[in-house]
């Protein structure tokens, strides 16, 4: 007999799908740029880009739709690491999103898996 389970739903789903994803890009950046400890290594970046690629990246990370062909964590954050982005700099980004998420309302629990993602890209992200 084969089981006919229903797959649980990704956590992009969860979250509301690419209408919520888009709109906590959005409120998200306004935060970044808005911190003192995070603004200096936006300075000059095309905004506009730089969420589409996050929207994109998280789509993807959560489990949703895979159109990101940006670069690797890794690579895409050299440039920051080289102008002294650190673990404080990343715990910022991380408490900034789940600010934003909070804001929009995100149960916790979903909240807490965010944030265990994010943790889970930390080293490439700080380039260790």
Same mark, same amino acid.
């Given at each position: 007999?084969?089981?006919?389970?229903?797959?649980? /739903?990704? &956590?992009?789903?969860?979250?509301? *799908?690419?209408?919520?994803?888009?709109?906590?890009?959005?409120? +998200?950046?306004?935060? %970044?740029?808005?911190?003192?400890?995070?603004?200096?290594?936006?300075?000059?970046?095309?905004?506009?880009?730089?969420?589409?690629?996050?929207?994109?990246?998280?789509?993807?990370?959560?489990?949703?739709?895979?159109?990101?062909?940006? /670069?690797? &964590?890794?690579?895409?954050?050299? *440039?920051?690491?080289?102008?002294?982005?650190?673990?404080?700099? +990343?715990?910022?980004? %991380?408490?900034?999103?789940?600010?934003?998420?909070?804001?929009?309302?995100?149960?916790?629990?979903?909240?807490?898996?965010?944030?265990?993602?994010?943790?889970?890209?930390?080293?490439?992200?700080?380039?260790?």
């Amino acid at each position: 007999m084969s089981s006919t389970a229903v797959p649980s /739903k990704s &956590l992009y789903e969860r979250l509301g *799908g690419e209408i919520s994803v888009d709109l906590a890009v959005d409120i +998200f950046y306004k935060k %970044v740029i808005a911190d003192t400890l995070l603004k200096p290594f936006f300075a000059g970046m095309d905004m506009e880009a730089q969420s589409k690629k996050q929207k994109q990246f998280l789509t993807y990370a959560f489990g949703g739709p895979n159109h990101y062909s940006g /670069k690797g &964590l890794r690579n895409a954050h050299k *440039g920051a690491v080289a102008n002294g982005m650190r673990g404080e700099h +990343f715990d910022r980004v %991380v408490m900034l999103l789940a600010a934003t998420l909070q804001e929009l309302n995100v149960p916790e629990s979903l909240i807490a898996e965010v944030a265990a993602i994010a943790e889970s890209t930390r080293k490439d992200v700080l380039g260790q």
